[in-house]
């Protein structure tokens, strides 16, 4: 039997060509953003969002999020759409300063394979 491997990685390849997303980040754990050739959107732990076109306003001085417009309801549940549903916990900043740094490793984390079987 042949593997579909190779279908599904060119079916997941094009349906990630058809989509014009350029870039998708998050100013922070919980308030991502995307941005395709012309439009961005963002959405904010407290619920507000922003909507920008960046061709008609590239400085993004007209919020246009409350438009009725078709186009930019369309586009705004599209990029909505794309936004992630969870997030990865937020790493504990490092307390204890360069000592703690140097200590060595976190005695709480279990080592899988012995040091002396990675040497």
Not at 4 to 24: D, R, V
Not at 35 to 62: A, H, I, N, V
Not at 105 to 110: E, G
Request: hydrophobic share 35%; with cysteine; aromatic share 8%.
């Amino acid at each position: 039997m042949k593997s579909k491997l190779p279908f599904l990685a060119l079916t997941a390849l094009t349906a990630l060509a058809a989509t014009p997303l350029l870039a998708a980040a998050a100013n922070g754990n919980g308030n991502p953003c995307v941005l395709d050739e012309r439009w961005y959107f963002s959405r904010y732990k407290d619920g507000t969002e922003e909507f920008y076109d960046m061709q008609g306003d590239p400085t993004q001085w007209t919020n246009p999020i409350r438009y009725t417009d078709p186009v930019h309801r369309t586009q705004i549940q599209r990029l909505a759409g794309l936004l992630p549903t969870t997030y990865a916990t937020d790493v504990t900043p490092n307390t204890g300063g360069r000592e703690a740094k140097q200590a060595g490793p976190d005695p709480k984390i279990k080592a899988t394979r012995s040091l002396e079987k990675l040497k």
